[in-house]
């Protein structure tokens, strides 16, 4: 069992950065990838970014260039930094775990509970 806690949602606007964290329990965290996905109001859950258990990232076209995932295992925390936040950024930010390796929401076995980001115009 892995249990997530995000945290560092908020109201930011745009051009601005937020960094989020999700924490996880578990001593095998090393061995899942590690998602961000998100859900605006009235849109479907979509993939922001992962970052795969060996360390690779893969990123959304929608945020690349703009969003950085990074893992700490000694921490068992991954993060998502974003910068250049827009708009279209709005919405409840979710970390997920899988025990190896999808892009697809509806395969992550574990979710947090999810973390509020607003970015005003």
């Known amino acids: 069992q892995v249990q997530l806690a995000e945290s560092g949602g908020g109201l930011v606007q745009a051009g601005g950065s937020l960094r989020l964290s999700c924490a996880a329990s578990g001593r095998t965290f090393s061995r899942y990838a590690m998602g961000w996905f998100r859900q605006a109001p009235g849109k479907e859950r979509e993939l922001t970014a992962i970052c795969w258990s060996g360390g690779g990232t893969y990123y959304a076209d929608s945020v690349k260039g703009r969003f950085t995932i990074s893992r700490d295992n000694a921490k068992n925390t991954v993060y998502l930094q974003m910068n250049s936040l827009k708009p279209e950024d709005t919405a409840v930010y979710y970390c997920?775990?899988?025990?190896?390796?999808?892009?697809?929401?509806?395969?992550?076995?574990?979710w947090g509970q999810g973390t509020q980001v607003t970015v005003s115009s």
């Open positions: 997920a775990a899988h025990p190896s390796r999808s892009y697809y929401w509806t395969d992550y076995n574990y």
